[in-house]
């Protein structure tokens, strides 16, 4: 079974700075099949990147996703109030579907 | 669009069983796969398992496997998971998924979540 590692755990940051979460999988794992979604507290996970750097409906251009093989980087161009949260890569294309221990973007 | 509404809150004793629903409606329901995730309280996501809605097939998280059961009702376009054995570390919220037309696809769209307590 793939591992996903996220890191860093908490990324304490300010509203208009740059965000870059990195997610490395235990083996090499194909992109189209590499997600990441973002929680906010008490609320359900919501998609935001699919296929490694597809974003999802009604998602800004200010999230972006890229990588391949291990590693697989989400970046948040500039942050904004709603965008602190956690994020999770989510790794969906084998028989056992893995998600990261999640990243929390903290001011 | 879909949507899917689960159902509410449940408060179990160890050793108890619960099973939960989540209701799909908007789209083709025959033409998912629906997914259950775990979230302990201040912990991350546990995929458990799918179905699929079609034929009614199923695969598991080894983790879970023998102790979660996911199966739906077609007529009714609702999927449940039924959790049994719990045990106090079994406390948490537990969100349908519906994933796309076929497998490979990621979670588009989220439930609500159900909190499970498990406490004697």
């Known amino acids: 079974e793939t591992l996903l590692t996220q890191s860093p755990g908490t990324l304490s940051l300010s509203p208009g700075e740059r965000a870059t979460l990195s997610c490395r999988a235990s083996q090499t794992i194909a992109a189209s099949y590499l997600a990441w979604y973002q929680q906010k507290p008490g609320q359900s996970p919501t998609l935001l990147i699919y296929g490694t750097s597809t974003r999802a409906s009604d998602i800004p251009d200010r999230f972006s996703g890229s990588g391949s093989g291990t590693d697989f980087t989400l970046t948040i161009s500039r942050l904004e109030p709603e965008d602190f949260a956690v994020y999770y890569c989510h790794h969906y294309g084998d028989s056992q579907l893995p998600f990261g221990g999640g990243t929390k973007v903290e001011i | ?120």
């Not at chain 2, 009702?73 to 039924?82: I, L």
Request: aromatic share 12%.
């Open chain 2, 1 to 120: 669009q879909v949507q899917l509404v689960q159902s509410g809150a449940e408060v179990k004793k160890p050793g108890a069983s619960v099973k939960l629903s989540c209701k799909v409606s908007g789209g083709d329901f025959s033409k998912y796969f629906i997914h259950w995730v775990r979230q302990a309280p201040g912990q991350g996501l546990e995929w458990m398992g799918w179905i699929n809605a079609g034929i009614g097939n199923t695969r598991y998280s080894q983790k879970f496997q023998g102790r979660a059961s996911i199966t739906r009702d077609a007529s009714a376009t609702t999927v449940y998971v039924e959790m049994s054995s719990l045990r106090g570390d079994d406390t948490a919220v537990f969100f349908c998924a519906r994933g796309g037309q076929g497998l490979g696809r990621p979670f588009f769209n989220w439930g609500q979540g159900s909190l499970v307590s498990v406490s004697s």
